[in-house]
């Protein structure tokens, strides 16, 4: 796969894509990956991904259509993706919904990196994900001291003020928000509540509306 320029409803700062560990055992319902016809669920490890060029000057999603911090990758093969990001002089992003297992990585990040994680709500996910709950995600990132971002996609329907607290408990430099691309018929809020929480959040971080959010939020 290699490196990839970025496309679609990706983050408008992110350049690249880069893949080095394939699979995801979270299963989403509304994972975008799986409308790929062809890939595999499988949790893989690619060993020619370490051969790829990642230049200098890009801002590089690692991961971008796995999870590589959940608690099936491997110790060594998580080393060695973040050894081979650090000879690049690039900026990274590393997203996860497990992100306590972030904790023990802290000290090997190449310095320009933001680590990331994702939070739908701060209702219940596990009908829809076999990851950690919300909760579980926002302390484990509010006692991570790195650039940090939240992304909330695809947002679910949410009470006001607590999202907003969790959200700001986790003191993200910035929060990404946008909705389902792939009709999922999930539990969305309405315009009016998207409307309170971005004024809510935007009293502490920067938001940022990612493209697919339009549907539902004109």
Not at 12 to 26: A, L, Q
Not at 72 to 101: A, G
Not at 130 to 137: D, V
Not at 154 to 173: H, Q
Request: glycine content about 6%; hydrophobic content about 35%; proline content about 5%.
């Amino acid at each position: 796969m290699g490196l990839n320029k970025s496309v679609g409803n990706m983050y408008d700062w992110v350049t690249h894509t880069w893949n080095p560990y394939k699979g995801c055992e979270f299963d989403c319902v509304y994972c975008y990956v799986k409308s790929n016809k062809g890939y595999s669920f499988e949790p893989r490890f690619s060993e020619r991904e370490l051969t790829t060029d990642l230049g200098k000057d890009r801002f590089i999603f690692v991961g971008s259509m796995t999870d590589m911090f959940g608690d099936w990758v491997p110790q060594n093969c998580i080393k060695r993706i973040i050894n081979y990001c650090n000879r690049f002089d690039n900026h990274y992003l590393f997203q996860t919904k497990n992100p306590r297992r972030l904790i023990g990585w802290l000290k090997m990040f190449p310095e320009s990196t933001i680590l990331g994680t994702t939070i739908e709500t701060n209702r219940i996910t596990s009908h829809i994900s076999k990851a950690p709950s919300t909760y579980e995600r926002a302390y484990a990132m509010s006692i991570i001291r790195f650039d940090k971002e939240v992304t909330i996609e695809p947002i679910l329907d949410f009470d006001v003020y607590d999202l907003a607290l969790m959200i700001k408990t986790i003191g993200p430099k910035f929060v990404a928000i946008g909705a389902d691309s792939k009709g999922h018929n999930l539990d969305e809020p309405s315009p009016g509540k998207i409307k309170e929480l971005i004024e809510e959040i935007s009293v502490f971080t920067q938001v940022k509306i990612k493209k697919n959010l339009k549907r539902i939020y004109p």
